[in-house]
């Protein structure tokens, strides 16, 4: 069946590109007719621009993981080294709704460029297009299909301390936010690890899912709405907490509305999460692997009771945790055998 696709887009793509040729020559053919005034010889060297740019806009080979995407769930996007790819951007209904920077992925025999874009929880289902963007504009416009997803609701009433936590102002827990999101907007270089993760604690008893649309119920009366951006696990305070992949500590240390936090970055814009920690065993900068000891969980911070908070955010958009469970980040071979097969 994948043959079989692959074909057709193949014919699509050739037929496109014939079109496009076609339009381009009876154009130029009109312009040295009905235009005496410019020099054949400009408008030849134009035409011949035009039409390499034509080939080289088709020639892009890319490919994407997974093409019907729930809202919430990452998308990895793969492309020819060749293309001069920047940015990945998510456009629906002609709004651009989130945008993941491109990096080089080395491979034994070619390199190609690769990104993880998020679909937003909020995101509505239906058609929706991936712009692959350089420094000249558009380099190629993907179709892809947004799958329906429902999420739960939730109300969480808090006491007047937690309540007092979560709404008075507040300059350092303003501060702290500003320093988080400097962190989780940042898209580097390196990759620490492209396997599949695995889940923070053994405990599987989840007391909250990802994209629960939450209400507060604040003591006096009031309340306040918000999406839940992780998975909350139901474990006593004390109990292991664990890296899901590897990478690279870049927060380690106590927030207002988080607690005791640990930050990890996996790839580039790529980034694990653990909230309310009860204690943290490990440094800013320091490297850790699949598994390794982060600390104990707890419930500091804006926490109802003990439980460990997991995030997983994909250039600054909060994402479904599981995906990441269940297929790699990174699958390189299948991509490039996608790409260049």
Sequence with gaps: ?????????????????????????????????????????????????????????????????????????????????????????????????????????????????AAVLSIPSTARQGAAIISIEGDKGVIREIAITIAERVFPSEEIHLTPQLSSLRADPNPQ??????????????????????????????????????????????????SDTSIHAGVDYGVPTGTDVASCGAGKVVMARYRIITGYTVIIEHLPGVYSLYYHLDSIAVADGAMVDTGTFLGKSGATGLATGPHLHWEIRVSGENTDPDAFISRPILDKDALFSQIYN
């Design 173 to 222: 827990r303003t501060a702290e936010s500003e320093q988080l999101w400097a962190i989780l907007n940042r898209t580097g270089k390196e990759i620490y690890g492209s396997g599949s993760f695995s889940p923070p604690v053994s405990s599987t008893r989840l007391t909250s899912v990802y994209g629960d649309r939450r209400i507060y119920r604040y003591s006096n009366g009031t």
């Design 1 to 113: 069946m994948r043959k079989e696709r692959l074909v057709r887009e193949h014919n699509k793509l050739s037929t496109h590109l014939y079109t496009k040729q076609q339009s381009l020559i009876s154009h130029f053919s009109f312009l040295i007719s009905h235009s005496p005034l410019i020099p054949h010889s400009v408008l030849i060297l134009l035409f011949f621009l035009a039409f390499t740019f034509s080939l080289h806009a088709t020639s892009v080979r890319h490919t994407v993981i997974p093409e019907n995407p729930r809202p919430g769930e990452p998308v990895t996007i793969g492309i020819s080294d060749a293309a001069g790819a920047r940015y990945a951007v998510l456009v629906v209904n002609g709004r651009r709704l989130a945008k993941a920077a491109f990096f080089t992925v080395p491979a034994d025999e070619r390199p190609f460029m």
